[in-house]
């Protein structure tokens, strides 16, 4: 459940560009300080972090027993740098690992680099290329870059599948 | 499972503006006959439909023994009409039973009409304004409208409650 119902709870703070991509998967910007209480409820397992700056929430990471999973992807595009595409297969191969949900992805904004690992997961579940980046789109609204689509074009997911069955009810 | 990971399947074709808002719970824009071999996959109990119209999909609902839930509601936003309160409670009332879920909600884009559903469901779970305003204008883009944004803010979400548990496990 995203948030709280409960009479008199005092608001939650999501993180800017938050949503669910699929059952037990999550997306966002950076968290801050502000948003902990949210991410709490959440019951997280793990998160995928996509910079490579050291990680700020490792308290918070530490106290709720979330498994990191640090993918250092350089996030300015100026100079031109290349997607690593082995990093994000790394990346990828966790998000379609069931035992790791719920879990969260985020990089700074939760636009591009996120952005980048969402289309690839949904090039695995068959989406059309045109719905994947209707989708790329809503999260990077102005910032969106094409670089960053035509690697999720250009993304060869045949060889990746999920592992795990989601609820085994 | 939002998709289909199967070697050699077809691709799908999600609405556009498609998104999870929570656990069992989906939004999209008006869902066209390319959309429905998706929108099977998701096992809707469900569909919370936001225009006067009559709708377009009643064999696929009948099909699938979907329950339609149709609010209408105008579209349009001149010449200035008030958007229903009462409706949008009524139809707060089906997303918040967790007997109708997997349930999709939808209108004609998925950004005004169900924009402002979600906002008010996000107020049940209690979303600060700005978070919940964030995700409205995720949806809605260019198109976002303030009026909207008014009514959100101003519905007062004291006496809405969810009925029942999403996963009894």
Redesign the interface.
Not at 1 to 6: E, H, I, Q, T
Not at 16 to 23: A, Q, S
């Given at each position: 459940?995203?948030?709280?119902?409960?009479?008199g709870?005092?608001?939650?703070?999501?993180p800017?560009?938050?949503?669910?991509?699929?059952?037990g998967i999550y997306r966002s910007s950076y968290p801050t300080a502000e948003n902990l209480p949210f991410l709490k409820k959440l019951r997280l397992r793990s998160i995928v972090y996509l910079c490579p700056e050291p990680y700020l929430n490792h308290e918070f990471v530490a106290e709720n027993k979330i498994k990191l999973f640090q993918f250092g992807i350089e996030g300015k595009c100026e100079p031109a740098v290349e997607i690593p595409e082995g990093v994000i297969r790394d990346a990828l191969r966790v998000v379609l690992d069931v035992e790791n949900y719920p879990l969260l992805i985020h990089c700074n904004r939760g636009k591009h680099r996120t952005g980048v690992l969402v289309g690839c997961y949904?090039k695995?579940?068959?989406?059309?290329l045109?719905?994947i980046l209707?989708?790329y789109d809503?999260?990077a609204?102005a910032k969106a870059r094409l670089r960053d689509k035509q690697f999720v074009e250009a993304f060869d997911a045949?060889r990746m599948?999920?592992k795990g069955q989601?609820w085994k009810a």
């Open positions: 459940l995203l948030g709280d119902g409960g009479k709870s005092p608001k939650v703070i999501p800017p560009n938050f949503g669910m991509v699929d059952w949904r695995v579940h068959k989406w059309s045109a719905s209707d989708e809503r999260y609204g045949s599948q999920r989601i």
